[in-house]
């Protein structure tokens, strides 16, 4: 179920006074009836100030902490759960290429059909960016999502992949010649 | 019969076990004339289970009706069976499943599945655990307490 953090409310009193937790999002939370049974769901108020990176369809995250395709790129297509943090995903790179892996879709130039990508959330850290993709979009409909809202400019512009980027270049530093570490230590100075 | 089971070995002594609950036959008597792995059709889309459960509790016998979200049949019946597993202690030789349908985002019956199905659905990870990227990249140490905010 859904954290108490999650459960502000948006409820006045008698007074129109409004009543509720002191750290109720600014513009109150959403809530849902579902269905004829009357049942009640907070959900997630995008506007809420604490929590700016929420996992929805669309996120783009890293991946870390994963074998095979750790450090790439991708988007979450579609939510399993969220108590065992599994999700669908698809995967973006440079070249919007996907590799072959249990865990990552494989998309061949000839479009085959991809193996199940699921992931569990702990493999993932997400990213302050977002697709405007709808639940299950296809790699045609991400590709030009992804050229559209330039996501690859938009992440080579945070200080995150910029960090990365860097430490990947000391890391191929070597003693010699021009890229060596005094010669990058000088230049600092 | 269809089955769920781990392997071949476990398949074959769970149809003996239900056979013998359908007809006065026995291992010795008959014979598996064929025994196949049924894969699942859509095996990367995202369905909504509902499972009917027998299982034996330690004072009783009783139904259930449980709902997993899972991309398959045999994952769906995994779940349930670790879940049968850790919420109410049964055991998998105390569990028969009984049916194992797909339910359709309308028909589900359990709050915790249907929470999952609204329109545009979106949480926070609110703890945020830093893992290393490998095994090698493991310290037991560290310099500084991390920040588990995203």
């Known amino acids: 179920m859904l954290q108490p953090f999650l459960q502000s409310t948006d409820r006045d009193d008698q007074h129109g006074r409004k009543i ?43 991946m870390i902490n994963y074998g095979p395709d750790a450090g790439k790129l991708a988007v979450i297509v579609d939510i399993i759960d969220h108590n065992r943090h599994h999700l669908l995903y698809k995967e973006l790179n440079g070249s919007n290429r996907l590799w072959p892996s249990y865990y990552g879709l494989a998309l061949m130039p000839l479009l085959r059909v991809p193996p199940p990508a699921l992931l569990a959330f702990r493999r993932l850290t997400l990213t302050p960016l977002v697709l405007k993709v709808l639940r299950n979009a296809g790699q045609k409909i991400l590709k030009a999502a992804i050229e559209k809202q330039d996501i690859a400019g938009n992440w080579a512009k945070t200080s995150w992949s910029k960090k990365i980027g860097s430490r990947a270049k000391r890391s191929a530093n070597s003693d010699f010649a021009s890229n060596s570490r005094s010669t990058v230590l000088y230049k600092k100075l | 019969m269809r089955l769920f089971a781990p392997n071949e070995v476990i398949a074959k002594s769970r149809f003996w076990y239900f056979l013998r609950k359908l007809k006065k036959v026995k291992k010795v008597n008959g014979e598996i004339v064929g ?46 069976y670790s879940d049968m597993a850790s919420r109410h202690r049964a055991r998998s030789r105390s569990i028969q499943v009984i049916r194992v349908a797909e339910v359709s985002n309308a028909e589900v019956r359990r709050p915790y599945i249907k929470q999952l199905l609204l329109p545009n659905l979106k949480f926070p990870l609110p703890h945020r655990v830093i893992r290393a990227a490998d095994k090698s990249h493991r310290a037991l140490f560290m310099g500084s307490r991390p920040s588990t905010f995203y």
């Open chain 1, 20 to 62: 509720g937790r002191q750290d109720d999002p600014p513009g109150g939370s959403r809530r849902l009836r579902l269905g004829k049974q009357g049942y009640f769901m907070e959900t997630f108020d995008s506007r809420n100030l604490t929590f700016q990176r929420v996992v929805e369809i669309g996120r783009v995250v890293v």
């Open chain 2, 35 to 80: 025994i196949n792995e049924i894969f699942e059709k859509k095996p990367i889309q995202i369905k909504n289970f509902g499972i009917w459960i027998r299982y034996d509790s330690r004072s009783g016998t009783h139904n259930m009706y449980k709902e997993y979200r899972e991309l398959s049949r045999i994952a769906a019946v995994e779940a349930c």
